[in-house]
C-alpha cells in the first residue's frame, strides 16, 4: 500500500470518528452531564416544578433557548402556579423505520413543517388520567387568519418558519373553543414554537386562565443521529383547589400527547 493511499484512509477515518464524537459531544453541550446520561438511560425525562421552584432543570442550554423559554406568568407579568417540562430523545432511524420514509426525509425543515401542521392537530389522542383511558385531545384544530379572527385558513408550511406569529383554533377537550398566538423561530438546526391563549381558557364553565396566561412551548433540535425535544408548560391557574389539582393533571398529559403526535406525523 502506497503513502498516498494510507494518507487518504487516516484522513477517512479521522472524519468518521470526528463526526461521530460531533455528533455525541453537540448532545453533550446543549444538556448537563447527569441530564444526558439519565436521558441515554430512559428515553425520556419529566419535572414539575415545586411550589417556590423556580429552575427549569431540564431545558437545553443553547442561546436560543436561554432567551426564549424563561420562568415567567403570562401578560401579568405574575410567576406561574403551575409549571412542567419533558425532554425525550428520539432516533431518526427509529422514526424512519417507523413511518416507512427515507432516512434523508427526517430533518429539520420536515419537523419545521410538522410544527405548522395544525390542522393535523385535529384527532390527538391523550391519556386521561381521570378517566384512565385514551380520549381526543383536539376535536378541532386548524389556522385562522387573524387575532380576532374565525376565518379558517390552509396550512402555512412553505419556507422557514423563522419569526413567524401565526394563529389558530382548537377546541379542546379540558378547555373548550379558544384561539392561540404561534411564535415561531428556525434556525440550521432547531425549530421553536410557543403556543400562546388569546383567548381565556374555561374548565368545567370555570374561568381557569386569564387570557395570556399559559405558554406551551415546543423545541426541537438536531443532534446528528437523534432528535432532542425539550416541552415546557407554564399557566397561571386562578386558585381554587379542585379547580387547579384537575387542571394540572390535565396539561401533565398534553406532554406526551404531543411528543406521540409529533413522532406519528412523520
Not at 1 to 19: A, D, G, R, T
Not at 51 to 69: A, G, N, R, V, Y
Not at 92 to 118: C, F, Q
Request: aromatic share 12%.
Amino acid at each position: 500500500m502506497n503513502s498516498f493511499i494510507k494518507k487518504v484512509i487516516n484522513v477517512s477515518f479521522f472524519f468518521i470518528v470526528f463526526s461521530a464524537f460531533a455528533e455525541t459531544y453537540s448532545i453533550e453541550k446543549i444538556l448537563k452531564k447527569e441530564i444526558f446520561e439519565e436521558l441515554l438511560q430512559k428515553g425520556e425525562l419529566k419535572h414539575t416544578l415545586e411550589k417556590d421552584e423556580t429552575e427549569l432543570i431540564l431545558m437545553p442550554e443553547t442561546d436560543f433557548m436561554k432567551e426564549k423559554i424563561v420562568f415567567q406568568g403570562g401578560k401579568d407579568g405574575e410567576d406561574p402556579s403551575y409549571a412542567s417540562e419533558a425532554l425525550y430523545l428520539i432516533k431518526k432511524s427509529d422514526l424512519a423505520e417507523k413511518n416507512n420514509v427515507n432516512l434523508e426525509d427526517i430533518s429539520i425543515d420536515k419537523v419545521s413543517k410538522i410544527l405548522r401542521s395544525i390542522s393535523k392537530m385535529k384527532g390527538m389522542q391523550y391519556w386521561s388520567n381521570s378517566r384512565q383511558k385514551w380520549d381526543t385531545l383536539y376535536s378541532e384544530s386548524y389556522m385562522i387568519a387573524g387575532p380576532d379572527s374565525d376565518e379558517k385558513i390552509p396550512d402555512m408550511t412553505e419556507g422557514s418558519a423563522d419569526n413567524l406569529k401565526l394563529y389558530c383554533f382548537q377546541n379542546e377537550h379540558a378547555f373548550g373553543k379558544s384561539r392561540y398566538a404561534l411564535t415561531y423561530k428556525q434556525t440550521e438546526n432547531e425549530v421553536f414554537v410557543r403556543f400562546q391563549n388569546i383567548d381565556s381558557l374555561k374548565y368545567k364553565f370555570i374561568r381557569a386562565v386569564k387570557k395570556g396566561n399559559m405558554n406551551i412551548n415546543l423545541a426541537v433540535m438536531d443532534c446528528g443521529d437523534y432528535f432532542i425535544v425539550y416541552m415546557a408548560i407554564q399557566a397561571k391557574i386562578l386558585r381554587f383547589s379542585v379547580l387547579e389539582q384537575r387542571m394540572e393533571k390535565s396539561l401533565s398529559s398534553r406532554l406526551d400527547a404531543i411528543n406521540k403526535w409529533f413522532k406519528e406525523q412523520f
